[in-house]
């Protein structure tokens, strides 16, 4: 099993910056991908950036030019820097980590709410 903690999330206006952390522990694999995907009410869930243990990132198109992810990989770490936020990007932020397995752990979320 992998566990998920994830923080930076909260209140922000328009135009603003965040930046949310995510460090896993448990049966941590050398090869996989971590990331961030986000489920807006009424809406699924999709992806927002993910970044494999290589170096190999996906960014959603809405979030590019806007949304940097980076990995520590020592600290089995993965970050999302956040800027020029926009309502649209008011969703529950979740933290997955994938196994070469494409077996996919979860974190709970951390609400990110913008406003005008």
């Known amino acids: 099993q992998v566990q998920l903690v994830e923080s930076g999330g909260g209140l922000v206006q328009a135009g603003g910056s965040l930046r949310l952390s995510c460090a896993a522990s448990g049966s941590l694999v050398t090869i996989n991908t971590m990331g961030w995907y986000r489920q807006a009410p009424g809406k699924q869930r999709e992806l927002v950036a993910i970044k494999s243990s290589g170096g190999n990132t996906n960014y959603a198109d809405s979030v590019k030019g806007r949304f940097t992810i980076s990995r520590d990989n020592a600290k089995n770490s993965v970050y999302l820097q956040r800027n020029n936020l926009k309502r649209k990007d008011t969703a529950l932020y979740h933290c997955?980590?994938?196994?070469?397995?494409?077996?996919?752990?979860w974190g709970q979320g951390t609400q990110v709410t913008v406003s005008s």
């Open positions: 997955n980590y994938r196994t070469c397995g494409n077996t996919d752990y």
